[in-house]
């Protein structure tokens, strides 16, 4: 399948400073990433989605100036935490997603999302 | 984007089959089930999609009944690896779709 990384795997840092994490899709590419946090125990949850060549698109309740996305090309998507407060401390996870078809007669268009392996921040 | 439901958590035992059911009512016609299963501190990683009946591959089946309103995740023969976080997700042909994750089942495997 295919290969989505992220860096840096962990990080620790200092309250105030920024933090930038990097998300590639290492075999395809990618028009569309997502970007989503998980706290212990908690499920994924979706900050934004993030196009190619556009701005990002912030879920409800997700501070755009708190968290800058840059999707600058087809392999990779950022996502600095400006600012990181220990609230901020967090599993920050990226997807890549791809469209297919299964066959010529069945023109439905599947989605699969690939997922890194994300990032544990950690804001002292 | 149709909500799901899933037991919070499941036990059971080395060797045994699991079945786990996740609930969406409110599907649409679009729509398609995707499974996913998580480890700690890992990303997750996709099992299995499907949009009406069965599908099998190499680590597990998904049965949709034709009103497609639940679904049924089956991991034959589980092992201690297998304990994981299982999240049941519903996505659209749209190429606007994102997924939303729900809670998931915490399945725990014993030896």
């Known amino acids: 399948g295919a290969v989505v990384s992220q860096h840096p795997s962990w990080v620790i840092c200092k309250s105030g400073t920024s933090v930038k994490i990097e998300c590639r899709s290492l075999?395809?590419?990618?028009?569309?990433m997502f970007w989503y946090r998980q706290f212990p125990k908690q499920s994924l949850m979706l900050m934004a989605t993030?196009?190619?060549?556009?701005?990002?698109?912030?879920e409800q309740g997700v501070e755009k100036d708190k968290f800058l996305i840059n999707h600058a090309s087809l392999t990779l998507s950022t996502l600095t935490v400006t600012s990181a407060h220990p609230e901020d401390s967090s599993f920050y996870i990226c997807?890549?997603?791809?469209?297919?078809?299964?066959?010529?007669?069945?023109?439905?268009?599947?989605?699969?999302?690939?997922f890194g392996p994300g990032t544990r921040l950690t804001v002292l | 984007l149709a909500k799901t439901t899933q037991p919070i958590s499941m036990d059971s035992y080395e060797g045994q089959e699991v079945n786990i059911t996740c609930s969406h009512n409110?599907?649409?016609?679009?729509?398609?089930i995707t499974w996913y299963q998580q480890f700690p501190s890992q990303g997750p990683r996709f099992i299995i999609q499907g949009y009406k009946t069965k599908v099998t591959n190499e680590v597990a089946s998904l049965f949709i009944p034709a009103d497609r309103k639940s679904s049924t995740l089956s991991l034959p023969r589980v092992s201690l690896s297998d304990t994981a976080v299982y999240y049941c997700l519903v996505g659209s042909y749209s190429s606007a779709s994102k997924i939303i994750f729900g809670s998931g089942t915490r399945l725990s495997i014993r030896p």
């Open positions: 993030s196009n190619e060549g556009s701005k990002a698109t912030y």
């Open positions: 075999d395809f590419q990618a028009t569309t």
């Open positions: 997807s890549a997603r791809v469209k297919f078809t299964l066959s010529p007669t069945d023109s439905r268009i599947y989605n699969e999302q690939f």
């Open positions: 409110n599907i649409a016609t679009n729509d398609y």
